[in-house]
């Protein structure tokens, strides 16, 4: 790169989610932060009226011909996540830092590897969790600090969406556990509600002051169509040190809830909506809109340039792979359907909700009980990992296995 020139970078995965990258970069490209050399999809890149594509940005269908061709300082990967560790292993082997879609991998094995080559490539890798920019989150855990809240019991969040039949004929992948005998886990807590699980294990990491270490997952997995994975769950992580978190998460909704995180201490409750940056700290009449996001791109780049310190760095996302890697064994989710279902619409834009499934998922956030132990009639037991992490007493300090 010429001294003063803004960094190439190269976007692989153009369409789908890769259009919303493509709107960033064309803001940062238009602002002189970046500047757009290439764009990589197996098929031509969709028409996007908001990132018209730069005169000269090359065109491929292959990642390994674009870093030779287009020698890029910077790629962002936003393929399926199955293929992210190979994809990911050529651009650092390339020289290039990397800013990588969630769920960065799909196991711990995967996460390790990738791991060793950023740290053989000396190159930076930052994890698309774009809501851990959020202002409102830093003032969320500012707040904690400052023990607005007391002494933090739990941690929590629900999220209730629809996804409809389009959706899981999106491509060969959707709603697949595994693609060609690797891990796909296209389900609700893996993929589209992902970011509410990262937002509760930023705030655990906040409370304990060092990354969760999981020692005890819980989870009660469901679906109401003919899916291999997930569409609705309810999971509870146990940390070897600070409060228990637990999500409850839907694409199978009656109503739409965005996503609320639920610090609940001794002096209150403080609710978070991190799609919307709301915040509602104890003493507050009602949310609040907390203006500021950092974008996770504009992040890497002033890393490069100043040293600035990554917001989602590939290390603090481990937790969230081990949650990913504990539930890889885990049986196939509970198939809910009778009376228990009704559709909304027809063609590609019907929905299958999950009657009651509102109240189920809200009630366990309040309390932190799964759905089997407040005895919900639909509710089966929770797949347990216990993952040999000794689990200090909440009271006295002592510890227990």
Same mark, same amino acid.
């Given at each position: 790169?010429?001294?003063?020139?803004?960094?190439?970078?190269?976007?692989?995965?153009?369409?789908?989610?890769?259009?919303? #990258?493509?709107?960033?970069?064309?803001?940062?490209?238009?602002?002189?932060?970046?500047?757009?050399?290439?764009?990589?999809?197996?098929?031509?890149?969709?028409?996007e009226?908001?990132?018209?594509?730069? *005169?000269? =940005?090359?065109?491929?269908?292959?990642?390994?011909?674009?870093?030779?061709?287009?020698?890029?300082?910077?790629?962002?990967?936003?393929?399926? *996540?199955?293929?992210?560790? @190979?994809?990911?292993?050529?651009? &650092?082997?390339?020289?290039?830092?990397?800013?990588?879609?969630?769920?960065?991998?799909?196991?711990?094995?995967?996460?390790?590897?990738?791991?060793?080559?950023? =740290?053989?490539?000396?190159?930076?890798?930052?994890?698309?969790?774009?809501? !851990?920019?959020?202002?409102? !989150?830093?003032?969320?855990?500012?707040?904690?600090?400052?023990?607005?809240?007391? @002494?933090?019991?739990?941690?929590? $969040?629900?999220?209730?969406?629809?996804?409809?039949?389009?959706?899981?004929?999106?491509?060969?992948?959707?709603?697949?556990?595994?693609?060609? /005998?690797?891990?796909?886990?296209?389900?609700?807590?893996?993929?589209?509600?992902?970011?509410?699980?990262?937002?509760?294990?930023?705030?655990?990491?906040?409370?304990?002051?060092?990354?969760?270490?999981?020692?005890?997952?819980?989870?009660?997995?469901?679906?109401?169509? @003919?899916?291999?994975?997930?569409?609705?769950?309810? &999971?509870? +992580? =146990?940390?070897?040190? /600070?409060?228990?978190?637990?999500?409850?998460?839907?694409?199978?909704?009656?109503? #739409?809830?965005?996503?609320?995180? +639920?610090v $609940?201490?001794?002096r209150?409750?403080?609710?978070?909506?991190?799609?919307?940056?709301?915040?509602?700290?104890?003493?507050?009449?009602?949310?609040?809109?907390? *203006?500021?996001?950092?974008?996770?791109?504009?992040?890497?780049?002033? #890393?490069?340039?100043a040293?600035?310190? &990554?917001?989602?760095?590939?290390?603090?996302?481990?937790?969230?792979?081990?949650?990913?890697?504990?539930?890889?064994?885990?049986?196939?989710?509970? &198939?809910?359907?009778?009376d228990?279902?009704?559709?909304?619409?027809?063609?590609?834009?019907?929905?299958?909700?999950?009657?009651?499934?509102?109240?189920?998922?809200?009630?366990?956030?309040? $309390?932190?009980?799964?759905?089997?132990e407040?005895?919900?009639?639909?509710?089966v037991?929770?797949?347990?990992?216990?993952?040999?992490?000794?689990? *200090?007493?909440?009271?006295?300090g $002592?510890? #227990?296995?």
């Open positions: 790169m010429t001294v003063g020139a803004p960094p190439r970078v190269a976007l692989v995965g153009a369409n789908g989610h890769g259009r919303w #990258h493509r709107r960033v970069i064309a803001a940062l490209h238009g602002a002189g932060r970046l500047r757009l050399v290439a764009l990589v999809d197996v098929r031509p890149p969709e028409e009226p908001d990132a018209p594509t730069p *005169p000269g =940005t090359g065109i491929f269908t292959d990642h390994r011909a674009m870093l030779a061709a287009s020698h890029p300082d910077v790629v962002v990967v936003c393929t399926p *996540p199955h293929t992210h560790l @190979p994809i990911a292993r050529d651009v &650092l082997a390339a020289g290039a830092d990397l800013l990588l879609e969630k769920p960065p991998v799909l196991d711990l094995a995967e996460h390790r590897a990738l791991v060793d080559a950023t =740290t053989a490539a000396g190159r930076a890798v930052q994890v698309n969790f774009q809501a !851990l920019g959020s202002a409102a !989150l830093a003032e969320l855990t500012a707040a904690l600090a400052a023990g607005r809240l007391g @002494p933090v019991t739990g941690i929590a $969040t629900v999220a209730a969406w629809q996804r409809p039949d389009a959706y899981y004929a999106r491509s060969p992948w959707a709603g697949r556990r595994s693609v060609d /005998g690797r891990p796909a886990l296209d389900g609700a807590l893996a993929n589209p509600l992902a970011h509410a699980l990262m937002q509760c294990l930023a705030v655990a990491e906040a409370v304990a002051g060092e990354p969760v270490r999981p020692a005890r997952i819980e989870v009660e997995r469901y679906r109401v169509r @003919p899916i291999e994975v997930d569409d609705t769950t309810v &999971l509870r +992580l =146990t940390p070897a040190v /600070g409060p228990p978190v637990l999500a409850a998460l839907t694409l199978a909704a009656e109503e #739409h809830v965005a996503g609320d995180v +639920l $609940t201490g001794a209150g409750r403080a609710v978070l909506e991190y799609p919307t940056d709301r915040l509602r700290l104890p003493g507050d009449a009602r949310p609040r809109a907390v *203006p500021g996001r950092v974008g996770l791109l504009a992040n890497l780049l002033d #890393h490069r340039a040293s600035v310190p &990554l917001i989602a760095p590939l290390v603090r996302t481990g937790p969230f792979t081990e949650v990913l890697d504990a539930l890889r064994d885990a049986p196939e989710p509970t &198939l809910l359907d009778g228990l279902v009704r559709t909304v619409g027809d063609g590609p834009e019907r929905v299958r909700v999950l009657r009651g499934v509102n109240a189920v998922l809200r009630d366990a956030a309040e $309390t932190g009980v799964l759905p089997s407040a005895g919900v009639p639909w509710a037991r929770p797949y347990l990992v216990d993952l040999g992490v000794d689990i *200090p007493d909440r009271q006295d $002592t510890h #227990h296995a």
